[in-house]
């Protein structure tokens, strides 16, 4: 009598036990499926990213050249640039239209307003803005147009 | 279960991080980046990044550094102070709380945080792929009760129930463990992009007590840019008699310039400023070229730093305590990368603060470590061990073959073929090391054991598999399997992951310090043997071929083959290699002469001169203790550094 009442007590005790750890266990392996398909997607995330990053190094070189060749008008220079660009466009790498557009901070930062015809559009690019295998990498600095009696209000910040 | 996600709501930027797997992980958003800025226009309803980008353009809806105003009265001095310099519209609100006004609309503290915590919400939820309805949100230390419950509403607002709010300075303690190493008394030194804190933590009960708290609310990392900024342009003014300032474009450039400038003079010691056509002068386009060294940028921000130590210093007296009290201190915010920061706390504390863990992401995963906390995950967690050292075989030559390299998660298992070093030898023995060393003799022997009744055949036939196997209680089962027989030999190591911290350490050191010198040793060896093995393949061949080898060509071989053998542990690598490298040129000899005999009798057999053996088969030490009968030379190899 007396063993089989310390069964039926010992029995939800070891059950509960067996079950946490199923419910671990399968935590675990859930957190590991996951991790594996994130992996997966890392994987080509890091690749992308890595080209990104160097390419993100290069550009700072790539504008200076760019305003070299507005500057100063050399063959040479030019069919260095004509060649790059046309290596940038095979490799995925693309320019941002900005120019006339409509300001939008999602491919664009604003560094200055200056007055212009039309309201909120894009006056002038400062820094050309690159998309990399259709993501964007670096965001174009432009000067953003506004009507002339607005620019009086206008007020510059500095973060 | 969901997971509950810990949240650093900064003044400048925020972070979320979460617990995954045991260990607290920072989200990346989805621009890619680990912190976002806490910049929102309500207007449009953009946030973060793409918020920053459009501030020139809307300054006057553009919404930062709204912590500052959160849970605070209009007429709140530092409110009344913000007013001045921030671009958008403060108000009075309800019962006299401020508010931010945009185009007509009001806006309460609240909604706009909750804008950045709904963003924060959704670039979890695409990480985790799953909902999001928990969080813990951390505040500064000296947030009133008011503040704190402004801060829990914003997260209810974007839909999450706060778990808790957490002490800013808790947070980072709590990343780095230091509840669990009892510390009892923690400095948080905080210098963020635009306020500075000092904590002084004390742990009571398993529960950090904020003793005091202190700071200057307007000093952070864009003083220190503004600093380098002003610097250069004045120097500029001085030469060329521009003043970029006034030139926004050639400004938002010196900005990034600056700012780039200080993070690499955090681990360099000089940087170039390079900005061609920075602006037009009067003959054309100036260009910017400047130099800057660690030690002028700590000149030019000196007062900055020191500016610090005058709140640590009230802070301890607040807390009634001194500095050497003081048993950990924890860097928080970017700025504490700068070295000279860093040099400062550690010089006024007498002590080597804590600065391992990203101190951008310090907070957040201090956040998610308490979420950890709350959800028991962090308590239920199964802790699984590694493996503190490298586990290997003995090989040919006294080398160590590693089968699980260190560091590796156990329960784990690994296996590789081995195969014999002699002729007719038929048994293997297998030693199991443990260490960092190529030479198994300088490595510690777990144990060893024989695996014997392999078929005779010649060597480099026989396979044997030997597997590792670690169980989850760190116990190491090796058993080694001859192929062919199915013969199986097993042993079973306690413990051998139950070094000592000291003892792992001292072993890791000896092999950092003997890295070179074991190296080469190891070449050695593995010239040696591969001089071994190409005797072993000369006196081979020369037997197979027989008389069909030119009796000159054959005495060339075996002088080769001697001067090979006269090679002992005395030699050079060089002049093993050189020496074998002869033997090798002269043993084509055999078989292109046999070559010429095949092609007079038209097609013979094809048999290629030189065998080489199959890269991956390692060969096995030879032992003899079992196989007295041994007769072949290279059999001594293995002994030597049998120790």
């Given at each position: 009598?007396?063993?089989?009442?310390?069964?039926?007590?010992?029995?939800?005790?070891?059950?509960?036990?067996?079950?946490?750890w199923?419910?671990k266990y399968?935590?675990a392996l859930?957190?590991y499926?996951?991790?594996?398909?994130?992996?997966?997607?890392?994987?080509?995330?890091?690749?992308?990213?890595?080209?990104?990053?160097?390419?993100?190094?290069?550009?700072?070189?790539?504008?200076?050249?760019?305003?070299?060749?507005?500057?100063?008008?050399?063959?040479?220079?030019?069919?260095?640039?004509?060649?790059?660009?046309?290596?940038?466009?095979?490799?995925?790498?693309?320019?941002?239209?900005?120019?006339?557009?409509?300001?939008?901070?999602?491919?664009?930062?604003?560094?200055?307003?200056?007055?212009?015809?039309?309201?909120?559009?894009?006056?002038?690019?400062?820094?050309?803005?690159?998309?990399?295998?259709?993501?964007?990498?670096?965001?174009?600095?432009?000067?953003?147009?506004?009507?002339?009696?607005?620019?009086?209000?206008?007020?510059?910040?500095?973060? | 279960?969901?997971?509950?996600?810990?949240?650093?709501?900064?003044?400048?930027?925020?972070?979320?991080?979460?617990?995954?797997g045991g260990s607290?992980?920072?989200?990346?958003?989805?621009?890619?980046?680990?912190?976002?800025?806490?910049?929102?226009?309500?207007?449009?309803?953009?946030?973060?990044?793409?918020?920053?980008?459009?501030?020139?353009?809307?300054?006057?809806?553009?919404?930062?550094?709204?912590?500052?105003?959160?849970?605070?009265?209009?007429?709140?001095?530092?409110?009344?102070?913000?007013?001045?310099?921030?671009?958008?519209?403060?108000?009075?609100?309800?019962?006299?709380?401020?508010?931010?006004?945009?185009?007509?609309?009001?806006?309460?503290?609240?909604?706009?945080?909750?804008?950045?915590?709904?963003?924060?919400?959704?670039?979890?939820?695409?990480?985790?792929?799953?909902?999001?309805?928990?969080?813990?949100?951390?505040?500064?230390?000296?947030?009133?009760?008011?503040?704190?419950?402004?801060?829990?509403?914003?997260?209810?607002?974007?839909?999450?129930?706060?778990?808790?709010?957490?002490?800013?300075?808790?947070?980072?303690?709590?990343?780095?463990?230091?509840?669990?190493?009892?510390?009892?008394?923690?400095?948080?030194?905080?210098?963020?992009?635009?306020?500075?804190?000092?904590?002084?933590?004390?742990?009571?009960?398993?529960?950090?007590?904020?003793?005091?708290?202190?700071?200057?609310?307007?000093?952070?990392?864009?003083?220190?840019?503004?600093?380098?900024?002003?610097?250069?342009?004045?120097?500029?003014?001085?030469?060329?008699?521009?003043?970029?300032?006034?030139?926004?474009?050639?400004?938002?450039?010196?900005?990034?310039?600056?700012?780039?400038?200080?993070?690499?003079?955090?681990?360099?010691?000089?940087?170039?400023?390079?900005?061609?056509?920075?602006?037009?002068?009067?003959?054309?386009?100036?260009?910017?070229?400047?130099?800057?060294?660690?030690?002028?940028?700590?000149?030019?921000?000196?007062?900055?730093?020191?500016?610090?130590?005058?709140?640590?210093?009230?802070?301890?007296?607040?807390?009634?305590?001194?500095?050497?009290?003081?048993?950990?201190?924890?860097?928080?915010?970017?700025?504490?990368?700068?070295?000279?920061?860093?040099?400062?706390?550690?010089?006024?504390?007498?002590?080597?603060?804590?600065?391992?863990?990203?101190?951008?992401?310090?907070?957040?995963?201090?956040?998610?470590?308490?979420?950890?906390?709350?959800?028991?995950?962090?308590?239920?967690v199964v802790l699984l061990d590694v493996t503190p050292l490298t586990l290997g075989v003995e090989t040919?030559?006294?080398?160590m073959t590693p089968l699980i390299k260190r560091n590796t998660t156990v329960p784990t298992s690994k296996s590789e073929i081995f195969?014999?070093?002699?002729?007719?030898?038929?048994?293997?023995e297998i030693n199991i090391l443990q260490g960092e060393r190529?030479?198994a003799?300088?490595n510690k022997s777990l144990g060893r054991f024989?695996l014997?009744?392999?078929?005779?055949?010649?060597?480099?036939?026989?396979?044997v598999e030997v597997s590792f196997d670690i169980d989850a209680n760190g116990i190491l089962n090796v058993s080694a399997k001859?192929?062919?027989?199915?013969?199986t030999q097993s042993i079973k190591i306690m413990g051998s992951t139950g070094l000592s911290k000291?003892e792992i350490d001292?072993m890791t050191?000896?092999a950092?310090?003997?890295?070179?010198?074991?190296?080469?040793?190891?070449?050695?060896?593995?010239?040696?043997?591969?001089?071994?093995?190409?005797?072993?393949?000369?006196?081979?061949?020369?037997?197979?071929?027989?008389?069909?080898?030119?009796?000159?060509?054959?005495?060339?071989?075996?002088?080769?083959?001697?001067?090979?053998?006269?090679?002992?542990?005395?030699?050079?690598?060089?002049?093993?290699?050189?020496?074998?490298?002869?033997?090798?040129?002269?043993?084509?000899?055999?078989?292109?002469?046999?070559?010429?005999?095949?092609?007079?009798?038209?097609?013979?057999?094809?048999?290629?001169?030189?065998?080489?053996?199959?890269?991956?088969?390692k060969?096995?030490?030879?032992?003899?203790?079992?196989?007295?009968?041994?007769?072949?030379?290279?059999?001594?190899?293995?002994?030597?550094?049998?120790?």
């Amino acid at each position: 009598m007396t063993k089989k009442i310390d069964n039926n007590n010992k029995q939800p005790i070891s059950v509960s036990k067996d079950e946490d750890w199923k419910s671990k266990y399968l935590r675990a392996l859930a957190d590991y499926r996951n991790l594996e398909k994130r992996t997966i997607e890392e994987k080509y995330e890091i690749k992308t990213r890595a080209a990104a990053n160097f390419i993100l190094k290069l550009l700072p070189v790539v504008d200076i050249l760019e305003k070299v060749e507005k500057n100063v008008h050399d063959e040479g220079l030019e069919l260095a640039l004509k060649q790059l660009r046309e290596m940038f466009k095979i490799e995925g790498l693309e320019k941002i239209e900005v120019v006339g557009k409509r300001f939008d901070p999602y491919v664009m930062e604003c560094i200055e307003v200056v007055e212009a015809e039309s309201e909120g559009q894009v006056a002038e690019e400062l820094r050309r803005g690159y998309a990399y295998k259709g993501k964007i990498i670096r965001v174009a600095q432009v000067k953003v147009g506004r009507k002339k009696e607005e620019i009086k209000n206008k007020e510059t910040v500095n973060t | 279960m969901a997971k509950v996600i810990g949240i650093d709501l900064g003044t400048t930027n925020s972070a979320v991080a979460v617990m995954e797997g045991g260990s607290p992980k920072i989200i990346y958003s989805s621009e890619g980046r680990n912190v976002i800025p806490s910049i929102v226009d309500p207007i449009k309803h953009i946030i973060g990044d793409v918020a920053k980008r459009q501030m020139v353009v809307n300054p006057k809806s553009t919404v930062f550094s709204v912590k500052r105003l959160m849970g605070r009265k209009y007429n709140d001095k530092s409110v009344q102070k913000d007013t001045e310099w921030l671009p958008y519209t403060i108000k009075s609100g309800r019962e006299g709380m401020a508010v931010i006004e945009i185009g007509g609309k009001t806006f309460t503290p609240q909604e706009i945080s909750a804008m950045i915590l709904q963003k924060i919400k959704a670039d979890a939820e695409a990480y985790l792929g799953g909902k999001i309805t928990e969080a813990v949100i951390t505040v500064p230390a000296y947030f009133d009760d008011s503040q704190r419950q402004a801060t829990k509403q914003a997260g209810e607002i974007a839909g999450l129930t706060v778990k808790r709010i957490l002490n800013e300075p808790t947070a980072a303690s709590l990343a780095y463990g230091l509840d669990k190493k009892h510390a009892h008394t923690v400095a948080v030194y905080d210098l963020g992009g635009g306020t500075f804190d000092i904590s002084i933590l004390e742990l009571g009960e398993g529960v950090y007590e904020v003793k005091s708290t202190n700071g200057d609310t307007h000093l952070g990392g864009d003083d220190f840019d503004r600093r380098i900024m002003d610097y250069f342009a004045d120097d500029f003014k001085k030469e060329h008699g521009v003043d970029l300032r006034k030139d926004p474009q050639a400004l938002q450039r010196l900005k990034d310039s600056a700012e780039k400038a200080k993070i690499e003079l955090s681990s360099s010691l000089e940087t170039e400023i390079n900005l061609p056509f920075i602006t037009q002068g009067k003959d054309g386009p100036l260009h910017m070229v400047f130099k800057l060294t660690r030690a002028k940028l700590e000149n030019i921000v000196s007062d900055l730093i020191e500016s610090t130590i005058k709140p640590v210093e009230a802070a301890l007296k607040d807390a009634k305590m001194t500095k050497d009290k003081i048993d950990e201190i924890v860097m928080v915010g970017g700025m504490t990368r700068m070295p000279r920061v860093f040099q400062l706390v550690k010089e006024f504390f007498g002590k080597e603060p804590n600065r391992t863990v990203n101190p951008d992401e310090v907070v957040a995963i201090g956040a998610a470590v308490q979420a950890g906390v709350l959800t028991g995950e962090v308590k239920d967690v199964v802790l699984l061990d590694v493996t503190p050292l490298t586990l290997g075989v003995e090989t040919l030559g006294g080398v160590m073959t590693p089968l699980i390299k260190r560091n590796t998660t156990v329960p784990t298992s690994k296996s590789e073929i081995f195969s014999t070093a002699a002729d007719n030898q038929t048994s293997v023995e297998i030693n199991i090391l443990q260490g960092e060393r190529p030479m198994a003799g300088d490595n510690k022997s777990l144990g060893r054991f024989i695996l014997d009744g392999i078929p005779p055949a010649p060597r480099g036939v026989p396979q044997v598999e030997v597997s590792f196997d670690i169980d989850a209680n760190g116990i190491l089962n090796v058993s080694a399997k001859d192929k062919a027989t199915g013969k199986t030999q097993s042993i079973k190591i306690m413990g051998s992951t139950g070094l000592s911290k000291d003892e792992i350490d001292k072993m890791t050191k000896e092999a950092d310090e003997h890295a070179a010198d074991d190296t080469s040793k190891k070449e050695k060896i593995e010239a040696k043997n591969k001089a071994d093995n190409l005797i072993y393949v000369a006196e081979k061949s020369l037997k197979d071929a027989g008389d069909k080898v030119p009796a000159d060509i054959k005495k060339e071989v075996e002088e080769k083959i001697a001067a090979v053998k006269t090679l002992t542990d005395a030699s050079t690598k060089d002049e093993i290699e050189e020496k074998t490298k002869d033997l090798s040129e002269t043993l084509q000899k055999i078989g292109q002469s046999m070559y010429q005999q095949q092609q007079q009798q038209k097609q013979g057999e094809d048999e290629p001169p030189v065998e080489e053996k199959p890269e991956k088969e390692k060969e096995e030490k030879n032992n003899d203790k079992k196989n007295k009968g041994s007769k072949k030379e290279n059999v001594q190899e293995g002994e030597v550094v049998d120790s």
